[in-house]
């Protein structure tokens, strides 16, 4: 985790300066720089369906191609630029990619990070079980067998130019075509990541039943592409894999939910692409939890009958064993709140018949939400405790601290950077410049009436008598769903505001429902509906296409001219089995260009990791330099990179890393801290052996 704002080097579209130069013997030798009708789609086809979901698929794989290289001027980076440019946990993720392919052969380097002796010295880890890293197992042995291949037919697979980057820097080799491995890595992120815009099309028609709801739902996205989505600015995040196989997952739910029987050939495919989406993503179960209370409070309410609903639990609860057998035993699955709410809610489902009450309906459905919600924190506390887990312990203390004035070092390090704190006061303002918000406010309240309907009609025919039927209700259950996870969704993105990455995209979907008859019929049938469709897109083009033009608009040129200084001197001035310490996303880049054992790294989700980088970070409290020494010296530690930033920069009050240290050692509080101290004179304690305008290695005097 980067637990302050990330940095971009940008200037503007005419301030990059790298010119490069073909090398002798490659394919090409030229110069390269940088700098409607309507129609009804009631009358498309299927394939012409089919057809428009793969165009906006390849437009979107074009649209977050080009930000990217806008944004990093990527082409003309060179391996080491590249490889500074995934930035804190993306490095972490990339260096097992970059271990794969490096490897003498592809079992060799499965072998390698399986037992891995670099990441956390001198512990040695299965980094398969640790860090959700089957998406670089994947493209690792696509990148072999891609090269393989290629080299067998004679195919060149990468161009190589000279790059002249100006200001008195010295030349760099740039490499560009799918045979670099940093090239193929990010484009197939970004195919995956057009293919989910055509699965979005295809979701968005099927749940309003138009095609125009299909349009709708790209649309919002496109307008909204800032808050939807980071895969252009950080391709190798967790999400940037697992998201696109959640899209999938719930265009599956809605299918299953909208057809009366639950075939095995839906369960099947609702369970694998649980499992696609688990499996690179710690954070998945969380938002799978959300999924199954939704799914639960439509089951409640009668909107889902007991067979479909425990089959949809039995694809949820294969799963995820199937994943804990792929991680090796990650015993946080088992211990997860998302797997003690599968077993309290299907235990209440198998025992509903016999545990019917003589009581009002709405005093029925508490009870049962209170028996789910009491039932799984006790068995997910039993469990935590059975196998001694406590690696999301710090998720509670997260939420904990929103709404009383707990701190301790985890929490601070998580809710001090931006992207934890609570949603930005201008995202409901952006989201209403669009139309987007107003759009998915008449879709809920649609539904809400709608549901409140059905749940009044359902209780008279109760009372007098009469059998409910489901097939005479107004709303269907996939919409009542969706409006769930709606709520669900936004509440995680008002606590957490990287979460409205799924907050966003389900409004997109949810927007296409503007578009459907069954909700919307009775303003159809008294306007023109492609007419009133055209008038919301027209009033939503003029915030959207400014929203697009100014993603367009955003020209940069990666370059840390001191890290760079910084990892080559580690390259060159220590020996390979050197040891370091320092601030986690310097830890991520030394492992990722060096290769150099780390004692902590980004990966901030493992209790004993967090207490490794808690003593590691003790070099930026108020303690003395000796006991300091002690701890580094106890770890192994033989190099420590300081940097005075992370002295000194505070997000908001209270979030220095010497104010952060000042909660868990009182003791020391009003005393100059220790980073203070060495960045001016680090004897006798510690040598100084590199030193730039941004970075200091300090030598533990052993």
Request: with cysteine; proline share 4%; charged share 15%.
């Amino acid at each position: 985790m980067d637990v302050h704002p990330r940095h971009r080097q940008r200037g503007s579209a005419t301030s990059r300066g790298r010119t490069r130069t073909p090398h002798p013997g490659t394919e090409s030798s030229q110069h390269r720089t940088t700098g409607a009708s309507y129609l009804s789609p009631e009358h498309i086809s299927l394939g012409s369906t089919l057809l428009i979901a793969a165009f906006v698929g390849v437009l979107h794989w074009s649209y977050v191609s080009t930000l990217f290289e806008n944004d990093r001027h990527f082409s003309h980076l060179s391996t080491l630029e590249r490889e500074m440019a995934f930035r804190t946990e993306m490095g972490l993720y990339y260096s097992y990619f970059k271990s794969i392919i490096e490897a003498p052969s592809y079992l060799s380097g499965l072998q390698l990070i399986m037992n891995d002796n670099v990441t956390e010295y001198p512990s040695v880890i299965n980094t398969l079980k640790r860090f959700n890293l089957y998406p670089e197992v994947i493209l690792a042995s696509l990148f072999r067998i891609y090269t393989a291949t290629m080299s067998v037919v004679g195919i060149e697979t990468k161009l190589c130019w000279t790059v002249n980057r100006g200001n008195d820097l010295s030349p760099v080799e740039s490499c560009e075509g799918l045979g670099d491995p940093a090239y193929f890595y990010v484009t197939l992120i970004f195919i995956l990541n057009g293919a989910m815009m055509s699965l979005f099309y295809i979701y968005g028609t099927y749940l309003s039943g138009s095609r125009l709801g299909g349009f709708i739902t790209v649309l919002c996205f496109f307008y909204n592409h800032g808050e939807s989505t980071r895969v252009m600015w950080t391709p190798p995040l967790r999400e940037s894999f697992s998201y696109p196989f959640l899209v999938l997952q719930m265009f599956l739910l809605t299918y299953i939910l909208r057809t009366p029987t639950l075939g095995r050939r839906s369960q099947f495919l609702l369970c694998v692409s649980n499992v696609f989406f688990m499996l690179p993503w710690q954070f998945a179960q969380f938002v799978l939890l959300t999924q199954i209370a939704s799914l639960y409070v439509i089951y409640v309410i009668g909107y889902i009958d007991s067979e479909k609903f425990l089959n949809i639990l039995y694809s949820h609860m294969v799963s995820l064993g199937l994943c804990f057998i792929l991680m090796f035993g990650n015993s946080m699955l088992l211990t997860s709140y998302y797997a003690s709410s599968l077993i309290v809610i299907c235990v209440i489902a198998k025992s509903r018949d016999f545990l019917k009450l003589e009581m009002k309906a709405i005093l029925y459905w508490v009870l049962q939400g209170l028996i789910w919600i009491l039932g799984t924190v006790a068995l997910k506390a039993l469990t935590s405790t059975i196998l001694g887990v406590r690696d999301d312990a710090h998720i509670f203390n997260i939420l904990k601290s929103k709404f009383t004035s707990y701190k301790d070092f985890d929490t601070l390090m998580y809710t001090c950077a931006p992207e934890f704190d609570f949603m930005e006061n201008e995202t409901p303002w952006r989201y209403l410049k669009t139309l987007l918000l107003p759009v998915v406010i008449l879709v809920f309240l649609a539904i809400c009436v709608s549901t409140l309907k059905d749940i009044i009609t359902s209780s008279t025919q109760k009372n007098s008598g009469e059998q409910d039927n489901r097939g005479d209700r107004a709303t269907s259950g996939e919409l009542v769903y969706h409006a769930l996870q709606l709520l669900a969704f936004a509440a995680l993105a008002v606590l957490i505001m990287r979460l409205k990455l799924f907050l966003t995209p389900h409004m997109c979907v949810m927007a296409s429902l503007l578009c459907s008859r069954q909700l919307f019929g009775w303003i159809f049938s008294r306007l023109n509906r492609p007419l009133f469709i055209l008038i919301i897109v027209i009033l939503m083009c003029i915030q959207g296409i400014s929203n697009i033009q100014t993603q367009l608009n955003i020209k940069g040129e990666f370059s840390n001219i001191a890290q760079e200084e910084l990892l080559e001197w580690i390259k060159f001035s220590t020996k390979p089995n050197a040891v370091f310490a320092g601030a986690m996303p310097t830890m991520a880049s030394v492992k990722l260009s060096t290769g150099r054992p780390i004692v902590n790294h980004p990966h901030y989700e493992d209790a004993g990791l967090r207490a490794r980088t808690k003593m590691v970070y003790s070099m930026y409290s108020r303690k003395p330099a000796k006991e300091v020494k002690k701890r580094l010296v106890d770890m192994g530690v033989q190099y420590f990179i300081l940097e005075d930033a992370w002295c000194t920069r505070r997000t908001k009050t209270g979030c220095t890393m010497s104010e952060i240290w000042d909660i868990e050692d009182p003791s020391n509080v009003g005393k100059t801290p220790l980073c203070s101290i060495l960045a001016k004179e680090s004897l006798p304690h510690f040598f100084t052996v590199f030193e730039n305008n941004v970075y200091k290695v300090l030598k533990v005097n052993t």
